[in-house]
């Protein structure tokens, strides 16, 4: 069965450096892997996937994601944080186009100014 | 297009009640999807229906919660007594056959008092 940890409940980074969120996941097969963000109080905002081609996926708000096969991760990053970007970031994983995707538990991003 | 509707928002009700939550699709999307998220648990997948068929309703926690899908355009989650532990915030959400993203709505707060 798949799943994906995200092993940092809290990320901390000062506005206007890199930020990382880290995301790993095991699946029997080819991954289907996504990141969403929650802003307080909303419901969940799609951000990027990687399903084939390039590892390096790129998404909204200036987001990116590595996709790394040989360690079964796919980091969200971005190279100059916003105060704004401060919210829940969840990573998804999910085995085949058509079955519900699996949760991380989410990782909170803190940006101070 | 409005994206997932999600109703009410907001609900606050007293144990032994019956809670209804609603869902509106987006127009065209094939699956339904509901989940559960509290900050014990985080985000657990309840039930998921394809072309209006249950499919997978493992997640769903007890015999007091119900769901359908009578048409391709509304779903509801039933609770049935509530209690005081199901207070969370519960997301609908939605995508379409051959596409990977899941598109959520706003979410209902729940509170059973």
């Known amino acids: 069965a798949q799943s994906v940890a995200q092993p940092e409940d809290q990320v901390n980074v000062a506005e206007g450096n890199p930020l990382t969120v880290k995301c790993t996941y095991s699946v029997s097969g080819n991954p289907y892997l996504f990141w969403y963000v929650q802003y307080p109080n909303r419901g969940l905002q799609f951000l990027l996937k990687?399903?084939?081609?390039?590892?390096l996926v790129k998404g909204s708000y200036g987001f990116e994601a590595e996709f790394n096969k040989s360690q079964t991760s796919f980091h969200l990053k971005k190279p100059s944080a916003l105060v704004s970007d401060s919210a829940l970031y969840f990573c998804a994983v999910r085995e085949s186009g058509n079955t519900p995707l699996v949760f991380g538990k989410g990782t909170r991003l803190s940006v101070i100014a | 297009d409005a994206g997932v509707i999600q109703s009410p928002r907001h609900e606050v009700t007293e144990m032994g009640q019956e809670v209804t939550l609603r869902c509106k699709p987006i127009?065209?999307?094939?699956?339904l999807f509901w989940y559960r998220q509290t900050m014990m648990r985080g985000l657990e997948l309840l039930i998921y229906f394809n072309n209006n068929v249950p499919i997978d309703d493992s997640g769903m926690p007890e015999d007091r919660f119900s769901a359908k899908m009578p048409n391709a355009s509304f779903s509801t989650l039933k609770i049935q007594p509530s209690e005081p532990r199901d207070s969370a915030v519960y997301f609908c959400?939605?995508?379409?056959?051959?596409?990977?993203?899941?598109?959520f709505g706003p979410g209902t707060r729940l509170t059973v008092l």
């Open positions: 127009s065209g999307h094939d699956y």
């Open positions: 990687y399903i084939t081609g390039d590892n």
């Open positions: 959400a939605s995508s379409r056959l051959g596409r990977n993203e899941q598109f």
